[in-house]
C-alpha cells in the first residue's frame, strides 16, 4: 500500500503503518486513514483543491475546530499531498442511535461557523450562487454534509468539521441547503429533520425554501 507514498509521508507516520481507503463521500481526491493519527488525501487531478483547503485549514485555525496540517507539499508532478490531524467524535451520519439530537448538534455546529467574523476573511465563495442575490453573507462550510462533521453524543458537543476545502463568504442558506439534502440522504424524512435543524439553529423567519431547492440543484449539477 506505501509503495505509492512518498518518503517524505513515511518519514512522518512510520513505516509498516496500514493505509485504510476513505471512500465516504464525493472526495475528488484519494483519501486515507492512517492507524487514528492522521489523515492522507492525494489529488488525483492537476488542480487547486488541496492547496485551498490548506489555505483554509490554516485560516481557521483557533477559530473552528479543524485538523491540524502535519504537512503539504507537490511532488514534481504538480500532485499534491495533504496530511492532517485526525479528529475525535463520530461521523454525524454514523449517529443514527439518535437522530433528535444529532440534528441539534447539526445545528450548533452550523451556528458555530456561521458565527464566525468575516471581517478578515480571504475566501470569496459567493460565485457559486450563480448570481443569486443575498444580503445575508456569512463564512459558510461549503459542503455541510453529515458525514463532515463530528459529533459526540454522549458529551452533546460538536467536535470537529473536515472537509473544508469550500470553507468562504457565502449566502447562509447554502449551507441549509447541503445539510438538507444530506439529511434526507442519510435520515429519510428530510423534511421533517430540516424543520428540527431550522428550529434548533435559531431563525424566526420562514426558509426560503425556493432559493434553498435552487442550491441543491446547483450543488446536484457542479
Not at 485526525?86 to 447539526?106: E, K, S, Y
Not at 462533521?149 to 460538536?158: P, S, T
Request: hydrophobic share 35%; charged share 25%; net charge negative.
Amino acid at each position: 500500500m506505501t509503495n505509492n507514498i512518498p518518503q517524505r509521508i513515511i518519514d512522518i507516520v512510520g513505516e509498516n503503518v496500514k493505509f485504510e481507503v476513505v471512500d465516504i463521500g464525493c472526495s475528488q481526491n484519494l483519501v486515507y486513514r492512517i492507524k487514528d493519527n492522521y489523515y492522507l488525501k492525494i489529488s488525483s487531478n492537476k488542480n487547486d483543491l488541496l492547496r485551498n483547503e490548506a489555505d483554509r485549514i490554516k485560516w481557521l485555525q483557533n477559530k473552528l475546530p479543524v485538523p491540524c496540517i502535519i504537512d503539504y507539499f507537490e511532488d514534481k508532478d504538480e500532485k499534491q499531498y495533504l496530511l492532517t490531524s485526525a479528529l475525535l467524535g463520530t461521523m454525524a451520519h454514523l449517529a443514527v442511535c439518535d437522530i433528535p439530537n444529532t440534528v441539534r448538534l447539526l445545528a450548533n455546529g452550523l451556528r458555530q461557523f456561521h458565527c464566525v467574523s468575516i471581517i478578515d476573511c480571504p475566501f470569496d465563495e459567493t460565485s457559486k450562487t450563480k448570481g443569486y442575490k443575498t444580503d445575508d453573507l456569512v463564512l459558510t462550510h461549503g459542503d455541510y454534509c453529515l458525514p463532515n462533521v463530528l459529533i459526540d453524543l454522549q458529551k452533546n458537543v460538536v467536535d470537529g468539521f473536515v472537509d473544508l476545502g469550500q470553507v468562504g463568504i457565502c449566502d447562509r442558506l447554502w449551507d441549509f441547503a447541503l445539510v438538507k439534502t444530506s439529511l434526507e440522504r442519510n435520515f429519510g424524512n428530510g423534511e421533517k429533520w430540516f424543520e428540527l435543524l431550522w428550529r434548533e439553529y435559531g431563525l424566526k423567519e420562514e426558509p426560503d425554501r425556493e432559493k434553498i431547492e435552487y442550491y441543491q440543484m446547483l450543488d446536484a449539477l457542479s
